[in-house]
């Protein structure tokens, strides 16, 4: 089975590698740096992404917005024209649910198969082939795409049976953290002003009750930002930007008010309008302390 995987950024780039070690990978990224990456990594890669799709059984995209996937498939390097009929798109990203039954509905015409599969938990997790994916899509295409969704995935699940119920699930997901990285930066943040030692408080907040995935993970980069330091960047700000606004349009269609997840949205607008957009979603912490350390 080929597979062509579109997108080699933080995620994109720790799933081709994984998928590499048991498939025919070819890889693509608008970024030399990240191609470079890739070859380091033994990913073979194409010139183009119509180079890496031409006769690939699965299309792996890992793009940051619809209009990226939109510039994908029918821009000026659109690859709509050499994908093959009875081929698989899986699509890892989040756009919301509209945007990826449109997207569906368009490639079910050209005889593409459409599996809704956002994923969750890192680039690290990615790597290991150790990620949440949450499916939608129609039964023969989920099937015919489980033997690469299963190597991705330690925890797969098949939320609906048809494309769009994916994108539901990761909704849901990316409420909780979203709220969950804003509160755990206005923990640290609280904790550094109050004069404790962040570490060590961050230490004990993860031995008990509050634990958390995300303050656990995005907790030692959250007090480097706090303290003035530039944190690896691992989730950029902007895509917690992207992503809560998707949770509040969904929220809001289904008649459902949303305050605690529409505060933290408003936390990474502010990050954003600070210039914080390419930095780490733990950065955020700025927002909450500008002035650092008392």
């Given at each position: 089975?080929k597979?062509?995987?579109?997108?080699?950024?933080?995620?994109?780039?720790?799933?081709?590698t994984?998928?590499?070690?048991?498939?025919?990978?070819?890889?693509?990224?608008?970024?030399?740096?990240?191609?470079?990456?890739?070859?380091?990594r033994?990913?073979?890669?194409?010139?183009?992404?119509?180079?890496?799709?031409?006769?690939?059984?699965?299309?792996?995209?890992a793009?940051?917005?619809?209009a990226?996937?939109?510039d994908?498939?029918?821009?000026?390097?659109?690859?709509?024209?050499?994908?093959?009929?009875?081929?698989?798109?899986?699509?890892t990203?989040?756009?919301?649910?509209?945007?990826?039954?449109?997207?569906?509905?368009q490639?079910?015409?050209?005889?593409?198969?459409?599996?809704?599969?956002?994923v969750?938990?890192?680039?690290?997790?990615?790597?290991?082939?150790?990620?949440l994916?949450?499916v939608?899509?129609?039964?023969?295409?989920?099937?015919?795409?489980?033997?690469?969704?299963?190597?991705?995935?330690?925890?797969?699940?098949?939320?609906?049976?048809?494309?769009?119920?994916?994108?539901?699930?990761k909704?849901?997901?990316?409420?909780?953290?979203?709220?969950?990285?804003?509160?755990?930066?206005?923990?640290?943040?609280?904790?550094?002003?109050?004069?404790?030692?962040?570490?060590?408080?961050?230490?004990?907040?993860?031995?008990?009750?509050?634990?958390?995935?995300?303050?656990?993970?995005?907790g030692?980069?959250a007090?480097?930002?706090?303290?003035?330091?530039?944190?690896?960047v691992?989730?950029?700000?902007?895509?917690?930007?992207?992503d809560?606004?998707i949770?509040?349009?969904?929220?809001?269609?289904?008649?459902?008010?949303?305050?605690?997840?529409?505060?933290?949205?408003?936390?990474?607008?502010?990050?954003?309008?600070?210039?914080q957009?390419?930095?780490?979603?733990?950065?955020?912490?700025?927002?909450?302390?500008?002035?650092?350390?008392?």
């Amino acid at each position: 089975m080929k597979i062509a995987v579109i997108g080699l950024g933080a995620m994109g780039i720790e799933m081709a590698t994984w998928l590499a070690t048991t498939f025919d990978v070819v890889g693509y990224d608008v970024s030399e740096e990240r191609m470079d990456l890739a070859r380091e990594r033994d990913v073979r890669s194409a010139d183009s992404p119509s180079g890496a799709c031409t006769d690939a059984d699965v299309t792996l995209v890992a793009v940051r917005n619809r209009a990226q996937l939109d510039d994908l498939l029918y821009g000026e390097r659109g690859i709509i024209d050499v994908l093959r009929e009875g081929s698989a798109l899986i699509l890892t990203s989040t756009i919301g649910i509209a945007a990826v039954e449109e997207v569906a509905a368009q490639l079910s015409q050209h005889g593409i198969r459409f599996v809704d599969a956002p994923v969750s938990g890192g680039p690290v997790r990615a790597g290991k082939g150790d990620l949440l994916v949450t499916v939608g899509a129609y039964e023969a295409d989920y099937d015919f795409a489980r033997p690469v969704l299963d190597a991705m995935a330690s925890t797969l699940v098949l939320v609906g049976k048809a494309p769009g119920k994916g994108q539901a699930m990761k909704t849901v997901n990316q409420l909780l953290c979203g709220v969950h990285i804003a509160a755990g930066a206005e923990a640290l943040a609280l904790a550094g002003k109050l004069g404790l030692d962040q570490e060590m408080a961050l230490s004990a907040l993860m031995s008990g009750a509050a634990e958390s995935f995300m303050l656990g993970d995005r907790g030692p980069r959250a007090i480097q930002a706090f303290r003035g330091e530039e944190a690896e960047v691992k989730s950029r700000l902007d895509i917690f930007v992207k992503d809560m606004g998707i949770v509040t349009d969904a929220a809001k269609a289904a008649g459902i008010a949303v305050p605690v997840a529409a505060a933290a949205e408003q936390e990474y607008l502010m990050g954003l309008a600070r210039g914080q957009g390419a930095m780490d979603d733990s950065s955020v912490i700025r927002v909450i302390s500008p002035d650092a350390l008392p």
